[in-house]
């Protein structure tokens, strides 16, 4: 079979579906007689990244598969052409998904605790309806509180192939206004701060920062805050 067909047929699926597909699912386009095999769209993908470097796109793998993307140096003149407001994320929201990224499994308790604050119910209920996090299990402690962890939508939201792309965090600057430690009481020595911006991909989403609108209320103590933590499109408003 054609190289230059393989690459058009390659090219052409990852445009049409708007969303990445894997290999697998990019050999089962073409018709059985043509004989595609995995090492054929592996070629072309490898041939299309290469094409793509001097564009304005590109060819990107993640959890999901492959992808085609705009590029994040011509992301903002691009954006023009929509009208809707563009999503803002406010910074509580910002801080429970950087604990649950770097700190899964984790409970609500334990980012409350991490935290200071309650969590607004609203914002786990709006990473779950985003399908960022899922509840992974429980913890056996008393009232078998519910551990959060995060998706694969997650990591091709942020353009991440696994969890291992986050920036460690000894890569991150500290961000002082944040106030979020990583490390529970009696996990050891305080962690940085993360910069959840620069940990998700800077550009994806502007933040709001309106922390008195999530949590207002002190945490009070639970018997699910437990130390001793496992260490390592379409936008719309979320609040």
Known sequence: MNDQYVKNVVEAALLAAGRPLSVDELVGVFDERDESRPEDVRGAIAALTHDYESRGIELLEVASGFRIQIKADVAQPVSRLWQERPAKYSRALLETL??????????????????????????????????WIRVVGHRDVPGKPELLGTTREFLDYFSLKKLDDLPTLAQLKELEELRVQLTLPGAGPETPTPDLEAAVTPDAFEMEAQPDEDDERPVQDSAERTPGLVARGVQDDAN
Do not use: H, S
């Open 98 to 131: 950087a604990l649950v990224a770097y700190r899964q499994p984790i409970t609500r308790g334990e980012i409350e605790q991490i935290r200071g604050v309650a969590v607004n119910p609203n914002i786990i209920k709006t990473l779950l309806e985003r399908n």
